[in-house]
């Protein structure tokens, strides 16, 4: 069970040392991420087929030891990143830059990124709240370094907002870990569940809120939400993908965990759906005024981190379902985005709006690979977004409420206004003019990113890219087994006892795969 | 648990100065704010453990006596803070590289507010916002070699 963790350390320490051989570094890199597949899908299989796993590190009791737990939620989310991370590895691989400008005396990249897989990994299998902060430090600080790999004047300013951003919240997380700690005299999720419902509900609440702030800047939501569209673009194509795809729902998995498994849901109802109906519309409303294509697949990631809080809002087995059900497919759908925006760079060196056109002649196979996942993403019928929305839409109509109305009216606009925001983009970029038309007067922005334009992509970039595109449109296929594993998910999160049971009880021989 | 007086009011004042440095928009300030506050967000952790007691380590024979397990102090928190401390340590680090980097590019470690915005205000869009690759390169050339 261990097993993605460590293998991504030993992987980083490997191609620490193998630093000044790219190919090897190469090799180990796709190997480890390829075994952490198997492995998560293996943990996959186990937890649907024989429930949750539990183990606790070194020997020690449960409580004192390091605790890891792989129920349906935490190895459904992990299969999905590892298989991002894979796909955007292999893309990184073939775009042989990926920011290192070659004057660094190691090459960081690929220890860096297996870091971070290693950190999404414990954050995900994480059985305590404390173990959980580390997995978020882990993940957070190879993000720095990722997000201001090479040191250039644009990285270095992004960089500077995002990592103070996170700094602050990883001290909010902290102090709620604290607290907590203080007010329960544990942090192991198992036995929180039953000990905070033991405490005087303002106590309670105040802890909750806490810890949502910490997650919520995570998650992007939305008031807390403005760091994101300012940092992303700014980062290479291939780190820029993984941190969509990944980074924010880490964030949304620890709302589920904590919102629904250790907290009374209904406490902080009204106050979530808020937060969802913000996050839904002004980060749409953002997307729809960007004039850069990097800005605006930022923004719509921002806005459909709304969906997601929306399910969790809604509590109950059908609406974390839903969420869990659409945090896999935004995992997949926002990587292959950022995937195909890098294509889209790669080849004419720019993603202004204003500068890009008529791309569907150039490269049509990249205009299809930016059409799929993108009107996947505003829902059209038959594609996983269309699914997810529709499960949530029917999750929040069977609850009835005020606010559940106005969320699923909402998510409805929402949905419009993306279609709205990516065709715009999509007859910009790949319909109408030419390339490298009329350059917009207040656009002082230049291609400081990236390779040089002109460049055709390499074959394993567009493999990468197609290979994230089928896997997202090939969601739909198998939308309904996935449901029916989101709600096992959803089931597993919400039963405290279970859970208890698991972790409590005594370690499953069979739970080391 | 009834944290000491002193440990919480030297956590509030902490917390208080590091959240005024975190205000600034000066990158070195931030950094020491951070500094600041998470030894405040440390010592609440140790004000979380409870009243203070002898050390809790075992004896010889592997077992720690009765009457001592009762009052010693809470190893778990102690743990906490140990890895919360090794985290900040490796942040700080990474942030006093960035804010130096910046002091490098900028000749100033001042955070300034992103593009978009800065036009909007109607300040010149060359002045060291983003996108002005030829100030880095300048300033890169200059002395400032990436690393």
Known sequence: MPLPVLLCLLGCAVTLVLGQRPRAQRAVSLTVLTAVVGASAALLVLAVTQGPQHVTMGGWPAGVGIGLVADRLSALVLLTSSLVTLAVMVFSVGQGRTGDTGTSPVSIYHPTYLALTAGVCIAFLAADLFNLYVGFEVLLTSSYVLLTLGGTGARIRAGATYVVVSLASSLVFLTGVGLVYAATGTVAMADLAGRIGALPPAVATALQLVLLVAFGIKAAAFPLSGWLPDSYPAAAAPVAAVFAGLLTKVGVYAIVRVHDLLFDPQTLRVLLMAVALATLVVGILGAVAQHDLRRMVSFTLVSHIGYMLFGIALGGAAGVAAAVFYAVHHILVQTALFLVVGLVEHRTGTTSLRRLGGLAALTPGTAVLFLLPALNLAGIPPFSGFLGKLALLRAGVADGRWDAWVLVVAAVVTSLLTLYAIARAWSAVFWSGRLGRADGPDEPREPVHGPAGGERPRRSMVAATTGVVVAVTALSLVGGPLLSVAEGAARDTLDAQRYLRVVGGVDDPGAEP | ?147
Request: aromatic share 4%.
């Open chain 2, 1 to 147: 648990m009834s944290p000491t007086v002193v440990l919480t009011v030297t956590v509030a004042g902490l917390v208080a100065v590091g959240v005024y440095l975190l205000t600034s928009r000066h990158l070195s300030r931030v950094v020491l704010g951070v500094v600041v506050m998470s030894n405040g967000v440390n010592l609440l952790l140790i004000a979380a453990a409870g009243p203070a007691g002898p050390a809790p380590i075992a004896g010889p024979g592997g077992a720690v006596p009765e009457e001592e397990l009762a009052s010693a102090a809470d190893p778990l928190p102690q743990a906490f803070v140990l890895t919360a401390i090794v985290i900040t340590f490796a942040v700080t680090a990474f942030g006093l590289a960035l804010s130096y980097r910046l002091g490098r590019l900028e000749d100033d470690d001042v955070v300034h507010d992103a593009g978009p915005h800065r036009r909007t205000r109607g300040e010149p869009a060359g002045a060291a916002g983003p996108g002005d690759p030829d100030r880095d390169e300048r300033h890169e050339r200059a002395g400032g070699a990436p690393r």
